[in-house]
């Protein structure tokens, strides 16, 4: 079943000769489950795109649908209901309040919501993510792939349907990055999320179910690995 749908995506930056083509007439489609991990050169667009999907930054032109809804048709107030619910992002760079504590960090976007917290689902995330004992420490006092951990939990606590995450282990040495990585793919099997990664990591590429390829703001090579679960 189809989750995400993007028609003819074009993303400029200024004007005339200044004008930048971030992304150029894209188009592409992901299931539901789907891990898909997006690659290419610095610039090319990645970011971008992904920044789009989750409803940060308005494309020039073009449409995004999830879960068939026209994402960009909605306003500024909708929207952001959309990024709380619809969206889990993760960054490269935690973003963690420095004075929240691990739950009250992951808690926070369901409390920015009006909405009461899941306490077995917090439970479950804590423990999936071995922040248990942690739970009441402040970020400066977590090792950086647990800060990256409870970002994690953060983008999970809403249940999202899709999972955005921006070279989430670009500041992690190679065994907290694959710590990190089977924490994403738990949470596509087990959660049913769709998983979108952006990565420079060609061993974390290789694990997706599909490797999107973009360069100069285009799709170069669309190619799946294996049937998603």
Known sequence: MEILRIENLTKTYGAGENMVRALDN??????????????GPSGSGKSTLLHIIGGVDRPTSGKVYMNGQDVYAQNEEQLAIFRRREVGLI???YNLIPVLNVVENMTLPVL???????????SELLTALSLSDRKDNLPNQLSGGQQQR???????MNAPSVMLADEPTGNLD????????????MSNRKYDQTLIVITHDENIALQADRIIAIEDG????DERIRRAH
Not at 26 to 39: A, N
Not at 112 to 122: Q, S
Not at 174 to 185: A, C, G, W
């Open 26 to 39: 894209v188009s592409l489609s992901i299931e539901k489950g789907e891990f898909v991990s997006i690659i």
């Open 91 to 93: 960054y490269q760079f």
């Open 112 to 122: 920015l919501d009006g909405r009461k917290v899941n306490e077995e689902r917090l």
């Open 150 to 156: 409870v970002s994690i939990g953060r983008a999970l």
């Open 174 to 185: 190679s065994r907290n990055s694959q710590e990190i990585v089977e924490l994403l793919k």
């Open 218 to 221: 285009r799709i170069t090579r």
